[in-house]
Nanobody
């Protein structure tokens, strides 16, 4: 059974940096073909933040970001693909949300409904 556990959330001030981690277990390499970070701000819908996709034929990763975080956040993962990270720099109050990681065995886009497996989320609160 695939399990995803997010850690690293907390209370930070605007302009600070924070790194979230997502520990994955119970799957094979292909389970983590596309891994993504999503967030749900208070009172709003879950939204795409970033994703990383493994092209198995070339063995390389490609990353994608939402416009709201591009240039500030960086998604990455360990070589064994069991841990994914989100480095959040220059955070803003509008980054306040519960952050979720997700994974799927196929190429997936930015819609949350496309992903099969989800973590429970970690709260990030940015004070001004």
């Amino acid at each position: 059974q695939v399990r995803l556990v997010e850690t690293g959330g907390g209370l930070v001030q605007a302009g600070d940096s924070l790194r979230l981690s997502c520990a994955a277990s119970g799957g094979t390499f292909s389970t983590y073909t596309t891994m993504g970070w999503f967030r749900q701000p208070p009172g709003k819908e879950r939204e795409f933040v970033a994703r990383i996709w493994r092209n198995w034929s070339g063995g390389t990763d490609t990353t994608y970001y939402s416009d709201s975080v591009k240039g500030r956040f960086t998604i990455s993962r360990a070589n064994d693909m069991n841990t994914m990270y989100l480095l959040m720099n220059s955070v803003k109050p509008e980054d306040t949300a519960v952050y979720y990681c997700a994974t799927d065995r196929r190429y997936r886009g930015s819609a949350a409904s496309e992903y099969d497996f989800w973590g429970q989320g970690t709260q990030v609160t940015v004070s001004s």
